[in-house]
Antibody
């Protein structure tokens, strides 16, 4: 069955960076995009961007350009997202999700990132 | 690009039929398919409806989706207490060439 297993919760100070990993299994990793979506406490879903596993090409939502890096490792079927220059507003659950250039179907369990001084 | 528009809340009594609308524009709902997600507290979203009106296996037929022009809707019939959750619509948007989500609708079963 399709599974996306993410790395554990993180606590970071303002100005720091955070790395979140997402290991895929149960399907051919290179056949689907990996999207990253975040959800601040009590808020809705916010799409951050996608990475195309075959080429490593990425497309980021405008508000994250310059601050987010998305990469993938096809040897381990793992995607990574790095968010830099963290502020308190970046406190959220970060999800990786499988999808196409059309929709998202399977989601990871989420990774809570807390920014605290 | 602004999010798709959903009402922040909806409610109904057990057995009732509830409809949640989702409004977009030509660049998203008007030209791409709509997906609906259900999110229970503390869990990741789960696909309820894809390709506007298709249900994944395992999803109850009490859930149905429809789309017209630049709007879509999710209907839940025979409302049950377990349907209390947040519901999100989503569609691809040609700019930013990514996914646009609705703001979410919190469904309460009275």
């Amino acid at each position: 069955q399709v599974q996306l297993v993410q790395s554990g919760a993180e606590v970071k100070k303002p100005g720091a960076s955070v790395d979140v990993s997402c290991k895929a299994s149960g399907y051919t990793f290179t056949h689907y995009y990996i999207h990253w979506v975040r959800q601040a406490p009590g808020q809705g879903l916010e799409w951050m961007g996608w990475v195309r596993p075959t080429s490593g090409l990425t497309n980021l939502a405008q508000q994250f350009q310059g601050r987010v890096t998305m990469v993938r490792d096809t040897s381990t079927d793992t995607a990574y997202m790095q968010l830099s220059s963290l502020t308190f507003h970046d406190t959220a659950v970060y999800y990786c999700a499988r999808g196409t250039m059309g929709a998202i179907d399977y989601w990871g369990q989420g990774t809570l990132v807390t920014v605290s001084s | 690009q602004s999010a798709l528009t959903q009402p922040p809340s909806a409610s109904g009594t057990p057995g009732q039929r509830v409809t949640i609308p989702c409004f977009g524009s030509r660049s998203n709902i008007g030209s791409n398919t709509v997906t609906w997600y259900q999110q229970l507290p503390g869990t990741a979203p789960k696909v309820l409806i894809y390709n506007d009106n298709q249900r994944p296996s395992g999803v109850s037929d009490r859930f149905s989706g429809s789309k017209s022009d630049t709007s879509a809707s999710l209907a839940i019939s025979g409302l049950q207490s377990e349907d209390e959750a947040d519901y999100y619509c989503a569609a691809w948007d040609d700019s930013p060439n990514g996914v646009l989500f609705g703001g979410g609708t919190k469904l309460t079963v009275l």
